[in-house]
């Protein structure tokens, strides 16, 4: 994921936020982020309005996704509320994914060529490997 000073934004094989996490998609396009205030502080608003690709994340077991889910792809369009988190090495952006009663974390780290935190261009990158985490 990309996101540009402009407002402007890329992304490329991220996965659905809460439930639309278990449905095993993963997509890449183009759209637009902004900074906004929500209840529990500052968020970053990601929508994508054009999509470029998808895929299936092949890490999802097969049996623990709704038998509906198997075969959609992923939406046209999509939106997420990134949350922020302050630790040793500066804010990191994540979403919250699965049951809303017991929450997973999925981290966005920033890719090795913009540790150096240019604010022209901040960029995460979430690797298709393993980047999700639980707590």
Not at 68 to 96: C, H, I, N
Request: hydrophobic fraction near 35%.
């Amino acid at each position: 994921m990309t996101l540009q000073a402009d407002g402007t934004a890329v992304v490329a094989h991220l996965d659905g936020e809460d439930f639309d996490f278990d449905r095993g998609w993963r997509m890449s396009g183009t759209g637009t982020w902004q900074l906004i205030n929500g209840d529990s502080g500052q968020l970053v608003s990601l929508s994508v309005t054009e999509r470029t690709s998808w895929e299936e994340r092949h890490d999802t077991e097969q049996d623990l996704r709704a038998p509906e889910a198997v075969e959609q792809p992923a939406p046209e369009t999509y939106a997420w509320s990134l949350r922020m988190e302050r630790g040793d090495k500066g804010l990191r952006l994540f979403f919250l994914f699965g049951d809303p009663d017991i929450r997973s974390y999925h981290y966005l780290d920033k890719s090795p060529d913009t540790e150096s935190g240019s604010p022209a261009s901040p960029s995460a990158a979430a690797s298709p490997s393993a980047v999700a985490s639980r707590r």
